[in-house]
């Protein structure tokens, strides 16, 4: 029962060790641009929710990042060009998966908030529409 269990564990090690092989080595353009998400620490090191998802995805993958500096429209240009493969803070849009894959799990969750002046009785959280013509500043 022991020699069956333990070359098990062998072959199960064997085949975690060969799937990553496929992966090992690979070289993946990353978008850096400073936001609360990808920061540089007092020491210079990189630093952040993003960058740590990041990491996670490297220990599963083994991949290599190599770092491309700049602003994120200008990343999210490069993405869509192809000249980077992976930019974090891309939120789904329809039109956007058509230029862009997304995974099919999500990296996080998005929320977005408007505020107006208790005193503004034109617009209303009941009715959607009076929000049309607003202007958002």
């Given at each position: 029962m022991f020699k069956s269990i333990l070359k098990l564990v062998i072959f199960c090690l064997a085949l975690i060790t060969f799937s990553n092989l496929a992966y090992a080595d690979k070289i993946v353009r990353v978008g850096w641009y400073d936001s609360p998400f990808n920061y540089k620490d007092n020491f210079n090191r990189r630093s952040g929710y993003a960058y740590e998802f990041q990491?996670?995805?490297?220990?599963?993958?083994?991949?290599?990042?190599?770092?491309?500096?700049?602003?994120?429209?200008?990343?999210?240009?490069?993405?869509?060009?192809?000249?980077?493969?992976?930019?974090?803070?891309?939120?789904?849009?329809?039109?956007?998966?058509?230029?862009?894959?997304?995974?099919?799990?999500?990296?996080?969750?998005?929320?977005?908030?408007?505020?107006?002046?208790?005193?503004?009785?034109?617009?209303?959280?009941?009715?959607?529409?009076s929000l049309n013509g607003k202007k958002l500043e």
């Open positions: 990491q996670k995805i490297s220990a599963y993958t083994g991949w290599t990042y190599e770092y491309i500096n700049g602003s994120w429209p200008d990343l999210y240009n490069m993405l869509v060009n192809g000249q980077i493969d992976i930019l974090s803070d891309v939120s789904y849009t329809p039109e956007r998966a058509n230029l862009i894959l997304f995974p099919t799990l999500p990296m996080g969750a998005e929320s977005y908030f408007l505020y107006i002046s208790s005193t503004n009785n034109s617009i209303s959280k009941n009715n959607p529409t």
